[in-house]
């Protein structure tokens, strides 16, 4: 099958590899979408140790089950595959398993090729009506749908509701729908790059700001620097909650003095629950999180120069979605 | 009146003042006890923005009312004062309050005085068989209560509930007291001082480690600096929370890529509402928190050597009392 492989630092190659292999209780997945992550943009510069070279990347994929009784089943894919047996498993915190894998991490091989292999407990039917492009967002908006689920189950009762969002790409994005989804009705965002204000404005029906003079009881972080956490703790209320998606720089940035003189909360939040996860995907179907129609196609096989126009922010669609099949 | 009064950094000074004058609605408190916080040595080396000298600290006592209708009744102060209008103080948490005072900060006047100053909802009736000794406890045992409180919200019902507390002054040991009567069985305390570990053990019947090799449920750093964050966002286990009241560094020590990643909660704590100072008391009445003999006693005309032998780790007692008629 077709793949691309990060290779080395900088270096995806599309080329060849040997078809994925489905295990036992595995189905053989053919890939028809699959986007491109800010971790996976991460990798590729040599940033994630989790994810070293040579490596299919790629997590964020839908496709058409290829073989057995299932074949031509339409479905959206968790990526996250976990025990289902430990403490955190068994209370519905599946994120948190020891043994968590994700494709795209070894020893899985990720989803920027033809074909990638999962068990059917990972997978989410997907109705006809629904295009796979949409269902191909399931698994970037269930991270910040469980972002934002953490964030309003930590807020006081009493306290109001009012959020920031930092951060234009997807994942602010998808967590200003979530947001928005579970009844929070004033939403700012906080985008510098002006190209993305203008692409949120005008495909997204979203208002992004440059700079924050406003406050919040409730900030999502989607991006995960010194300068965004500094932010977020500056502008979140007393007895605010911050929840924190983004690894952009691993440490820093958080005012610990006022957090700890007007009690906020900041909660690190990675992936989501399998019940997040069909939460989302079902919220996607119903039509909940909008159109989902400001992504980007392009083939995969162009997929490095895909890689180049994100890193030199000459993308102002918050997301690419790779075709394996174009 | 006497009063040990902050003149200016590293300087104290036992003299005649005016005496506190009540307000309206306040009563004059006769101060039989006052204990020294960490933060008024943090004041003291004139490290607080908030403590601009000359002014009176101490803010745990407990005392005798002096005038009035309810003369002669012995009470311990809750020292936050709040506005008891707006939307925290409505909703029980009115250390949030906008409007908050706290005697030892101006424009309110401290305890290491003969007398005080404050309004009767601050107020909380000791029994005549509790010594106002351990009633003027009741103010740091309420900051850890309400650390610990928080804390336990927090936690997922499913977790453990396996603790850490770093460090081994009063604010950890209270932290510990409450954990315990709050149901959590397994504490581990954390305090680099060998004095102070003796003290915990022969006094306290409190065990305390060195360092921590183990993991935790739940983290109350009762210190407060970049170390001991390190510490707490290296030990805790995934999905749980750092409770965090100390004021010891602004800034720096978590590591928040893990906190991400294992969605670790960060919970900045400070001071109590009425409700845990009300609940504190109680606890302290009726023998919940132990027999709270580690104190030690020492004349307020003494207080400027107190503090020297705090600075100087001279002192083993979690908690030094100043007794203004000594």
Redesign the interface.
């Known amino acids: 099958m077709k793949a691309l492989v990060y290779e080395d630092v900088e270096t995806l190659i599309y080329r060849d590899v040997p078809r994925a292999m489905p295990k036992e209780g595995e189905h053989l997945i053919r890939v028809t979408c699959v986007g491109i992550c800010g971790s996976d943009m991460h990798a590729f510069l040599g940033h994630d140790d989790r994810r070293p070279a040579p490596l299919i990347l790629g997590h964020e994929a839908a496709g058409i089950i290829d073989e057995g009784p299932l074949k031509g089943l339409r479905v959206t894919i968790n990526p996250l595959v976990t025990c289902k047996t430990c403490?955190?498993c068994?209370?519905g915190?599946e994120?948190?398993c020891?043994e968590r894998q994700i494709i795209s991490l070894p020893p899985r091989e990720g989803a920027f090729a033809q074909f990638v292999a999962m068990s059917e407990s990972n997978l989410v039917n997907v109705p006809e009506a629904v295009p796979l492009a949409k269902a191909a967002l399931a698994e970037p908006l269930a991270v910040s749908w469980h972002a934002a689920r953490?964030a309003l189950e930590?807020l006081?009762a009493?306290a109001?509701r009012k959020a920031l969002v930092i951060g234009g790409g997807a994942i602010g994005l998808a967590a200003a729908l979530a947001l928005r989804s579970m009844g929070v009705p004033d939403i700012t965002m906080i985008e510098p790059n002006a190209d993305r204000r203008a692409f949120l404005r005008d495909h997204c029906g979203e208002t992004a700001s440059a700079t924050c003079e406003s406050d919040a009881d409730l900030v999502i972080d989607a991006v995960?620097f010194k300068a965004t956490?500094a932010l977020a703790s500056a502008r979140v209320r007393?007895?605010g909650v911050i929840a924190?998606?983004?690894?952009g720089?691993?440490?820093?940035?958080?005012?610990?003095?006022?957090?700890?003189?007007?009690?906020?909360?900041?909660?690190?939040?990675?992936t989501y629950s399998a019940q997040d996860f069909r939460d989302t995907a079902q919220a996607i179907f119903d039509g909940q999180l909008g159109p989902l129609d400001w992504t980007e196609r392009r083939p995969l096989s162009d997929g490095a120069r895909a890689f180049a126009d994100i890193r030199a922010a000459r993308v102002a669609a918050p997301k690419i979605l790779l075709d394996p099949w174009a």
């Open positions: 403490t955190y068994l209370s915190r994120n948190l020891p953490l930590a006081e009493s109001d995960g956490r007393p007895g924190h998606i983004g690894l720089e691993d440490m820093g940035g958080l005012d610990i003095r006022r957090m700890t003189l007007q009690e906020i909360s900041f909660i690190g939040t990675y």
